[in-house]
Nanobody, 129 residues
Framework: QVQLVESGGGLVQAGGSLRLSCAAS????????MGWFRQAPGKEREFVAA?????????YYADSVKGRFTISKDNAKNTVYLQMSSLKAEDTALYYC?????????????????????WGQGTQVTVSS
């Protein structure tokens, strides 16, 4: 079983930055990709960013965060990061990391929550305007 634990959330002013971390533990960890999703109250869970775990680690972003957020990873630490900059009030949400097991050639498949098998408990990000 794989456990994912997010950290780094908090309260920040609009225009500020935060870095989220997601550490994986458990049996041999070798996902096909890691993703970040978020869910605001009353809204559906939405895709934020994804990164392939091996083979160069190509990345994929939601249009709403492109140019402001950066996903990265440290395979040796089994950790994925989400650097968030130029934060807006609409970025306020509970942020989840997730691990996918199936390999997809097309990156857009990793934007679907259904493609992920393991999920963390989430870390709250609140952006004050």
């Amino acid at each position: 079983q794989v456990q994912l634990v997010e950290s780094g959330g908090g309260l920040v002013q609009a225009g500020g930055s935060l870095r989220l971390s997601c550490a994986a533990s458990g049996r041999t960890f070798s996902p096909s990709a890691m993703g970040w999703f978020r869910q605001a109250p009353g809204k559906e869970r939405e895709f934020v960013a994804a990164i392939r775990w091996n083979g160069g680690g190509s990345t994929y972003y939601a249009d709403s965060v492109k140019g402001r957020f950066t996903i990265s990873k440290d395979n040796a630490k089994n950790t994925v990061y989400l650097q968030m900059s130029s934060l807006k009030a609409e970025d306020t949400a509970l942020y989840y990391c997730a691990a996918a097991r199936t390999y997809y050639t097309e990156s857009y498949y990793y934007s679907s929550p259904a493609k992920y098998y393991y999920w963390g408990q989430g870390t709250q990000v609140t952006v004050s305007s």
